[in-house]
């Protein structure tokens, strides 16, 4: 028989909580660990470490969030980015190309192949979403939504995006994310996700590289009505 959803999405105190961090993290990479990204940067021996590399950089260049379902089976790891930060945390972003970083930046770049560290660099470059804070001050970038293996296929993952985009909707504020396969952008399309532009990560003609499909979710057209009755009133 086939468990029902979680009932319920929990926010993980990232600063007090290292062991829900943890459950957290190694959720999601048992979820990547076969995605194609990652097995496009890393190699399959080395794709958990890779990602869990990926997850500290993140967690180490700015204001992040941790969601999880219930039992962790279903885990989200969210940025909150500013206009104010002096470049959008990420991946082999500005911090590295500087040559400063986390201790996360350093992991990452020793699990990636060395062929593949321009791709890492593509990965991290996210000029969409510079563009979109600077448009509208802030923004929630979704960097990863994690379904354990054992438990996918049956609706973990919508049930944590209906739970974000409730967030974001009373937060007024856009959604941000990279789908990296087409089965995740239908997903994403379903929740409001517009897909508005491509992030190839291989080399011009390449065959095979991972095209990453760059979707931005506005708040909703309720939520905005709530704010113009209630200016109007």
């Known amino acids: 028989m086939t468990k029902p959803e ?22 999601i990479a048992q979820s990547l660990m076969t995605d194609c990204v990652s097995l496009y940067i890393s190699t399959p021996a080395a794709a958990s470490a890779f990602v869990h590399a990926v997850m500290r950089s993140y967690l180490g260049s700015g204001p992040q969030r941790i969601f999880h379902a219930d ?9 909150e980015i500013h206009r104010q930060q002096s470049a959008v945390p990420g991946a082999a972003g500005k911090q590295e190309q500087a040559g400063g970083g986390s201790k996360g930046d350093a992991e990452m770049l020793a699990h990636a192949r060395s062929d593949r560290m321009q791709a890492l ?10 563009q979109l804070v600077q448009e ?41 994310l990279e789908a990296s396969t087409e089965r995740s952008q239908a997903l994403y399309a379903r929740h409001g996700f517009a897909h508005i ?20 979710r506005p708040p909703s057209s309720a939520a905005l009505a709530a704010d113009a009755a209630k200016a109007g009133a």
């Open 121 to 130: 660099q593509r990965l991290g470059s996210q000029p969409h979403l510079e």
């Open 197 to 216: 532009a491509d992030k190839p990560l291989g080399e011009p003609g390449e065959e095979g590289a991972p095209l990453l499909r760059v979707m931005v």
């Open 6 to 27: 979680p009932a319920a999405v929990h926010e993980v105190d990232v600063k007090k909580d290292a062991h829900g961090v943890g459950r957290a993290l190694a959720t």
């Open 136 to 176: 509208h001050g802030s923004a929630l970038c979704v960097h990863f939504v994690g379904v354990h293996p054992a438990r996918q296929g049956r609706g973990l993952g919508g049930a944590m995006l209906r739970h974000l985009c409730q967030l974001a909707d009373a937060a007024r504020r856009h959604l941000y």
């Open 71 to 79: 039992d962790f089976s279903c885990c989200a790891l969210v940025g």
